[in-house]
Nanobody, 126 residues
Framework: VQLQASGGGLVQPGGSLRLSCAVSGGTRNVYHMTWFRQAPGKEREFVATIAWSGRDTYYGESMKGRVTISRDNAKATVCLQMNSLRYEDTALYYC????????????????????WGQGTQVTVSS
């Protein structure tokens, strides 16, 4: 399974961005699709997750209410719509995939993921 993240860029505070993660190599091998982010000098942080074959979604506290995760099965793509962006949202955003189902309380642990994309930079600046 290969993951290709895209859609990052420079945006003003209050603006929006839509990130995409293209999945190749077989979505049948994936259960959880998740976005993490990592700012310079900080630990990797859970943003949102979605089940590839179900409807379960779960959001991290830092961006809850400002992001929506979705998937397009036909395009094998998972998207992250981010609104009302803040300076502190500046980070490298990664998509990750896990083959097997785990409890939702564990999806925020980056150690549980099998595949990672290369990351896409989001910079919030005026």
């Amino acid at each position: 399974v290969q993951l290709q993240a895209s859609g990052g860029g420079l945006v003003q505070p209050g603006g929006s961005l839509r990130l995409s993660c293209a999945v190749s190599g077989g979505t049948r091998n994936v259960y959880h699709m998740t976005w993490f982010r990592q700012a310079p000098g900080k630990e990797r942080e859970f943003v949102a997750t979605i089940a590839w074959s179900g409807r379960d979604t779960y959001y991290g506290e830092s961006m809850k209410g400002r992001v929506t995760i979705s998937r397009d099965n036909a395009k094998a793509t998972v998207c992250l719509q981010m609104n009302s962006l803040r300076y502190e949202d500046t980070a490298l955003y990664y998509c990750a995939a896990r083959r097997q189902r785990i409890v939702m309380s564990a999806v925020g642990n980056s150690a549980y993921y099998d595949y990672w994309g290369q990351g896409t930079q989001v910079t919030v600046s005026s």
